[in-house]
C-alpha cells in the first residue's frame, strides 16, 4: 500500500521570500516520487520526480526536492518566489514493484501556493 | 507531438444520460489511466491499462466503463450519470506502469451533471 500527505492545503509566502511545499509519504516498496503543478483551470505539468538516483532533485522554474528515506520526505523548495508561482501543488507517489500499488499513482490533496506582490 | 489529447473539454449532462470522454496519445505509451479531481482530494484513480486490451479497476471505478482496443486510446464511459460524477477528469499516458516513467497529462475534461 502507499499513501501521500501534503502537510499543509495552503501556504501563503511573499514575491522573493523562500517556498516551502512539505509532503510525506509511505510505500511498501522503493517509491517513485513526483511533484505537479497546476495552474488554475489548466491540467497538471511535471515540476521533477525522484527515482531512487540523486536525493537531490533539481526542476524547473528553479524548484528543487529532497528524497529523505529516513523521514519519507520529498519536501518541495525554492529559494525566491514568483508571482506566476501561484497554483495548486501535488505529490505524488508511484510504485517502482508489483503488489497492489502496480501500476497506480497516489495523489496527496494538494497545496495551494499564494504568492503576494 | 501533440501528447495527451481528452475530448471534450467542457459538458453539461443530465442525470441518466451516458456519455464517452475520448483520451487519444501519441506517444505509444502502454499505460494509460483516468482520473477525477475533486477540491481538497487530489485526483483519485478510475481506472487504468497497461496495455491494449487490458484494463483494471482503480480507486473509484463505480458508474464508470473503459476499453483499450488500441495503443492509442482510452475512452472513459459514464453509463448513467448522476451528480456525484459532477468532477474534472484527467486522462494520464506513460511509458510503463511503473515508477520512474514520467506520466503526461491531458488538459482535462469539465463535467457537469445536473
Known amino acids: 500500500a502507499q499513501s501521500v500527505t501534503q502537510l499543509d492545503s495552503h501556504v501563503s509566502v511573499s514575491e522573493g521570500t523562500p517556498v516551502l511545499l512539505r509532503c510525506n509519504y509511505s510505500?511498501?516498496?522503493?517509491?517513485?516520487l513526483f511533484w505537479y503543478v497546476q495552474h488554475p483551470n489548466k491540467g497538471l505539468q511535471l515540476l521533477l520526480k525522484?527515482?531512487?538516483?540523486?536525493?537531490l532533485v533539481k526542476g524547473i522554474n528553479g524548484f528543487e526536492a529532497e528524497f529523505k528515506k529516513s523521514e519519507t520526505s520529498f519536501h518541495l523548495t525554492k529559494p525566491s518566489a514568483h508571482m506566476s508561482d501561484a497554483a495548486e501543488y501535488f505529490c505524488v507517489v508511484s510504485s517502482n514493484a508489483g503488489g497492489t500499488s502496480y501500476g497506480k499513482l497516489t495523489f496527496g490533496q494538494g497545496t495551494i501556493l499564494t504568492v503576494h506582490p | 507531438n501533440a501528447g495527451v489529447t481528452q475530448t471534450p473539454k467542457f459538458q453539461v449532462l443530465k442525470t441518466g444520460q451516458s456519455m464517452t470522454l475520448q483520451c487519444a496519445q501519441d506517444?505509444?505509451?502502454?499505460?494509460m489511466s483516468w482520473y477525477r479531481q475533486d477540491p481538497g482530494m487530489g485526483l483519485r484513480l478510475i481506472h487504468y491499462s497497461v496495455g491494449a486490451g487490458i484494463t483494471d479497476q482503480g480507486e473509484v471505478p463505480n458508474g464508470y466503463n473503459v476499453s483499450r482496443s488500441t495503443t492509442e486510446d482510452f475512452p472513459l464511459r459514464l453509463l448513467s450519470a448522476a451528480p456525484s460524477q459532477t468532477s474534472v477528469y484527467f486522462c494520464?499516458?506513460?511509458?510503463?506502469?511503473?515508477?520512474?516513467?514520467?506520466?503526461?497529462f491531458g488538459e482535462g475534461s469539465w463535467l457537469t451533471v445536473v
Open positions: 494520464a499516458s506513460s511509458l510503463g506502469a511503473l515508477g520512474g516513467n514520467t506520466i503526461y
Open positions: 506517444m505509444n505509451h502502454e499505460y
Open positions: 510505500s511498501s516498496y522503493s517509491p517513485s
Open positions: 525522484y527515482t531512487s538516483a540523486a536525493t
